[in-house]
């Protein structure tokens, strides 16, 4: 039988042999990769024979397949494996452009990947795609120069980042624009970031238990929270025009929309789920509500730099709109959970923070998308 050991930041599998000599290997970065083996030392054992090294490939393009065989899906999603594999062929071809094969030595250096890189980007890669690609094939190194002794040492390689981009956070017109250009329950969602400043990924957990539509409250949950003071849950006030908006989503029900040859219906559905946005059974891949955000965004004519992120464009925009309507940066802080101190995040509401908080939210306007009985507004009219 195998076991295995940790030292230090690594893991260590030992087994006996056939002569009774015991025999070890280090350098596992992991615990799952240290069972891995450790499961095919004990088959190979079991069948009466020694483990022994596998042989190197023989060239640079095999021990890059090597590496891909060694990853294949379920142990990476196939997304990204194919994704790698398309880094290592780049690569591959990139070396061979000469018509010639380079060697192992030759052709793992640290000038080879950076190369890569700087290639990549003289084609018209974009710079972060580029060091996708140049860390992936880094990437390889690093695994291969630990599996065989034939590969030189991995040494670090470092790409420069793009600078990140350019955000403004749009006015109130712009957000409304946007969502009265979005259909279904996108359209919803995105109201729900636009009236509470919440991030999308806590407005899609948020459930209609969580809501106190009489005192006009809503007791944010610490499982939905990001942040270590989000985490202890914190009771948010609510704006008027929202708490009105949801009691007309509420008495008419929760549907959701499904797209048939290009048009829109909204389905009522027989027993009301607890979830505000999207049902329990329909929980959303958040790639196409995004685009279809983004597409709203487009028609709008916003410039680009409003809606990069086109659902956390309108908490940028709560939060920017309320600091220039009310003053209160400390309120607002509050109300969408960045760091505040002296003020009550758990269980219990302040009556003085609480009137303090309302007179925020006063400051959020209404938005056109919906009547004031929750019926979706069509952008023509």
């Not at 596992?28 to 450790?38: G, I, K, M, N, Q």
């Not at 054992?45 to 060694?70: C, F, N, V, Y």
């Not at 390889?140 to 630990?146: F, R």
């Not at 259909?183 to 957990?205: F, M």
């Amino acid at each position: 039988m195998a076991s295995i050991r940790k030292r230090g930041n690594k893991y260590q599998v030992r087994w006996t042999e056939s002569d009774g000599t015991e025999t070890s290997r280090s350098g596992f970065p992991d615990r799952r990769s240290a069972e891995r083996f450790r499961r095919e030392v004990e088959a190979v054992r079991a069948a009466g024979r020694d483990w022994q090294p596998p042989k190197p490939p023989a060239g640079l393009e095999d021990l890059m397949i090597a590496w891909l065989q060694a990853h294949k899906p379920p142990m990476w999603a196939p997304a990204t494996w194919c994704s790698y594999r398309t880094a290592v062929s780049q690569f591959w071809d990139w070396l061979c452009r000469g018509g010639k094969e380079p060697t192992v030595m030759r052709g793992l250096t640290r000038a080879n990947v950076q190369g890569f890189f700087h290639h990549l980007l003289k084609i018209g890669r974009s710079q972060k795609t580029a060091a996708m690609h140049a860390s992936t094939v880094a990437r390889c190194w690093a695994w291969l120069a630990e599996e065989y002794d034939e590969v030189p040492r991995y040494k670090r390689c470092r790409f420069p980042q793009p600078p990140p981009r350019r955000s403004r956070a749009p006015v109130w017109e712009q957000g409304d624009a946007a969502i009265l250009h979005c259909h279904g329950e996108s359209r919803r969602l995105a109201g729900v970031v636009r009236y509470t400043g919440l991030r999308v990924s806590q407005a899609i957990g948020l459930r209609w238990s969580d809501f106190d539509l009489d005192a006009g409250r809503l007791d944010f949950r610490g499982e939905l929270g990001k942040t270590r003071q989000e985490k202890a849950g914190r009771i948010i006030v609510l704006a008027p025009h929202f708490v009105r908006l949801l009691e007309a989503w509420q008495r008419r029900g929760t549907h959701w929309v499904t797209n048939r040859n290009g048009a829109y219906y909204e389905r009522p559905c027989r027993d009301l789920p607890d979830w505000l946005v999207y049902p329990a059974r329909n929980r959303p891949n958040m790639q196409g509500p995004r685009r279809l955000m983004a597409r709203a965004w487009r028609a709008t004519d916003a410039p680009q730099e409003v809606y990069a992120q086109p659902f956390h464009a309108f908490r940028h925009g709560f939060i920017s709109n309320l600091n220039r309507d009310t003053g209160d940066l400390v309120g607002v802080a509050y109300l969408v959970g960045h760091r505040v101190t002296g003020m009550a995040t758990r269980s219990y509401l302040d009556p003085e923070v609480a009137l303090r908080l309302e007179r925020v939210v006063d400051k959020v306007p209404r938005c056109p998308a919906w009547t004031p009985d929750g019926q979706p507004v069509d952008h023509n009219g």
